[in-house]
């Protein structure tokens, strides 16, 4: 079984701390998508899971080998960046047979195994060409063949598909992905855009100024954003943010909001302590948690807060309407809405929404964090 475990790393360059403290553990075929903004420490990380560089603090184990001191030949990691590039004047095959010659297997083995990636990678016909003469999608697929070859036990993918067009990333990210499976190793892979990434992904990582601000499967850190960060960074279209003020009642907590309100259960008390003397919180409605009532079926199922709203501006693309929405008397909320089948639909029409409690985040209004709800 191959384990991966950060522990408390820390690398500075000169008053820049690149990484804080970073910690974080993987498994066994864990394909992680590493998400966060330029400078956050995303290449930084890999420099020192692969051996570019070494921490100044912290220890970095693989397969119980403690592998941050180690020299990047001795370990068992493959590195794939555009950025360590590509030697333009060899052909694809030598430029693939590179790390296994560099290993001094065998000119059978060598070719062997370069055979199965340039069938694997659909890049047999170009085998002789210097890499200076492919294109940028042809390239991305050598890099992504050259480390299929290595025998490692983590591959790491540092942003491997910029700047490629729409049908050449997906050939490249589904040959990603075949890599990772057939290799049955950790993965983990880079992006300043996780979207398209995270259909792959079994787990998902927000990086921001060198900490990982959570960690967990793509479902969780969506649904249960840790703070208002990674909502802000993770959710197209952008989460909305409403204030709210929190009253203590007889039957629970009344949340209170522009044009709405809703009653959370006792339970919720010790989330509500981490508010001290404060009443006020963030809510975060995601939304395609938005139902309309036009929407069969309709939200009328127990739970369901309804409230009236106005269109305000409407999008609508291939059964999907995007709709900009006034609630109460200056709320703005933007809502997806799948399959409603309404011709009256435009700006100014009156509309009811549904939402369900248990699909709205609550945050703290200054330190922006998740309030926990009581299951989790
Ligand atoms: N060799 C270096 N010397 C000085 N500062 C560095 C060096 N490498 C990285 N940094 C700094 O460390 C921080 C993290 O950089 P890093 O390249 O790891 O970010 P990143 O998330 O990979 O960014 P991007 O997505 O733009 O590639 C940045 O502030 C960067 O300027």
Redesign the pocket.
Do not use: C, M, V, Y
């Given at each position: 079984m191959n384990m991966l475990d950060v522990q408390d790393v820390v690398?500075c360059?000169?008053t820049?701390?690149?990484?804080d403290h970073t910690s974080f553990s993987l498994r066994n075929n864990d394909f992680l998508v590493l998400a966060?903004?330029?400078?956050?420490?995303?290449?930084?990380?890999?420099?020192l899971l692969s051996g570019l560089?070494q921490p100044d603090a912290g220890t970095i184990w693989l397969n119980g080998v403690n592998i941050g001191m180690m020299k990047g030949g001795a370990r068992k990691v493959a590195l794939v960046s555009h950025?360590y590039g590509v030697a333009n004047q060899l052909s694809v095959y030598d430029n693939i047979a590179q790390p296994l010659r560099f290993r001094r297997q065998s000119k059978k083995i060598v070719d062997q195994q370069v055979q199965s990636a340039l069938e694997i990678l659909e890049l047999q016909h170009i085998q002789k060409m210097p890499v200076k003469r492919l294109s940028g999608g042809e390239i991305q697929r050598v890099v992504i063949a050259r480390a299929m070859v290595r025998d490692a036990d983590l591959y790491l993918f540092?942003?491997p598909l910029a700047q490629l067009d729409p049908h050449t990333h997906h050939r490249a990210q589904q040959a990603i992905q075949l890599v990772h499976r057939l290799k049955g190793a950790i993965s983990i892979y880079?992006?300043?855009h996780p979207a398209s990434a995270l259909t792959i992904a079994t787990r998902l990582a927000l990086?921001y100024q060198?900490r990982i601000q959570q960690i967990g499967t793509p479902e969780e850190v969506l649904r249960r954003p840790a703070n208002l960060f990674v909502a802000e960074y993770l959710h197209q279209p952008r989460l909305n943010q409403v204030p709210a003020s929190v009253h203590a009642t007889d039957t629970g907590y009344l949340i209170q909001a522009d044009g709405f309100n809703f009653i959370l259960p006792p339970a919720w008390r010790a989330s509500f302590a981490q508010l001290a003397n404060q009443t006020s919180v963030i809510l975060g409605i995601r939304p395609n948690t938005i139902l309309s009532t036009l929407t069969p079926p309709s939200p009328d199922a127990s739970g369901y807060i309804h409230i009236p709203a106005q269109i305000t501006h409407i999008d609508h693309l291939m059964g999907k309407w995007t709709m900009q929405l006034r609630v109460g008397q200056q709320t703005s909320l933007v809502a997806e809405l799948k399959d409603i089948h309404h011709p009256s639909l435009q700006t100014g029409t009156r509309i009811e929404i549904g939402l369900h409690p248990v699909d709205i985040c609550l945050f703290h209004p200054t330190a922006r964090t998740l309030l926990p709800p009581p299951s989790w």
């Open positions: 690398k360059f000169g820049t701390i690149a990484l966060g903004p330029s400078n956050s420490g995303k290449t930084t990380l890999f420099r560089e950025k540092d942003e880079a992006t300043q990086i060198g």
